[in-house]
């Protein structure tokens, strides 16, 4: 935590901000120190991450599950090279979970509730071609193609900016499928 300080410098500041962080959290049983290790005692706290992520590895998981995702892990540590891995893990998990949860949406003729879904989805991650093919395909059903067309010119952008790179082949046919129809629809013969 102080690789500037000393040993026993950084052992004493290490100690004081410990006393300080038992002190504030008002139960000093809630930090664990064990062969110089840091973790919480989980049977004191609580944490959504940790919550979110045992609830998404269940097999019941639901859209109630999802609601304790609050976006991306820890953002005002993005620059910490250790919060990049929980933070990928959580949002993948996150993601899958809308996927999977759309897919029986769409099936089940659901579109609306489907496309709210992948919308939450698209606004976590604006590079989730699978989740904005989703999308593209409830606006399709609900009439919705204008909104179609623009998710996958987000998308496109998205993909551009982040990887320098197009939507992949099965989101470009579903994109110009939904276009000639659109065509079609302002353009009847």
Known sequence: LWPDEEGDVARDAFRVALHRLRKLLAHPDTILVDDGRISLNLEKCWVDALAFERI?????ADERALRLYGGDFLPGDDTEPWSAPPRDRLKRKFLRRIQDIGEVRERAGQHAEAATLYSRA????????AVVCGFMRCQR??????AAIASYDRLNRALHAAHGIP?????RRLYENIRAEALQAHHPT
């Open 122 to 129: 698209m606004e976590a991650d604006p590079t989730a071609e």
């Open 141 to 146: 059903q609900t009439g919705g193609l204008a």
């Open 167 to 171: 939507p992949g082949e099965a989101a």
């Open 56 to 60: 998404l590895d269940t097999e019941h």
